[in-house]
């Protein structure tokens, strides 16, 4: 098992690219309609939730400003979630908010965990 631990840094950084790639699609359809889907107005929740989608979901997947970026974007998860989904019932398999959910914990979890070795962060870090 201790070949398997070596590899959690560079597994965070998978994590972190994927989640904020995934993240980052949600802000691309909403504010470039990309790929076509929702356009929101600018100046609505939804269309400020794609501005943190697009900002947040690129700095994640550079690992840029990781812990901040991610804070904001776990909040604005939570808010999506209390917000949109859980006034339409309990479970979030049932009121569709199984993704903001998620989201929100692995968003979460990254400001405690940081970037990951494969990140700008750390490249940035590396220099001082």
């Known amino acids: 098992?201790?070949?398997?631990?070596?590899w959690?840094?560079?597994v965070l950084s998978l994590l972190r690219v994927a989640?904020?790639?995934?993240?980052?699609a949600h802000g691309t359809?909403?504010?470039?309609?990309?790929p076509p889907g929702y356009s929101p107005e600018l100046m609505s929740m939804p269309g400020a939730a794609g501005?943190?989608?697009?900002?947040?979901?690129a700095l994640l997947v550079l690992?840029?400003?990781?812990?901040?970026?991610?804070?904001?974007c776990s909040g604005t998860m939570a808010v999506a979630y209390f917000v949109a989904h859980a006034?339409?019932?309990f479970f979030p398999?049932?009121?569709?908010?199984d993704a903001a959910l998620l989201y929100c914990f692995v968003f979460f979890y990254l400001v405690f965990a940081g970037p990951g070795p494969w990140s700008l962060d750390a490249i940035v870090r590396k220099k001082r």
Do not use: C, Q
């Open 1 to 6: 098992m201790a070949s398997l631990t070596s």
């Open 8 to 10: 959690s840094p560079h």
């Open 19 to 24: 989640s904020g790639a995934a993240f980052l």
């Open 29 to 34: 359809m909403k504010l470039l309609n990309f």
């Open 51 to 57: 501005v943190i989608e697009l900002v947040g979901g």
């Open 63 to 72: 690992g840029l400003f990781t812990r901040p970026a991610a804070f904001v």
């Open 87 to 89: 006034p339409k019932g």
């Open 93 to 97: 398999v049932l009121n569709g908010g």
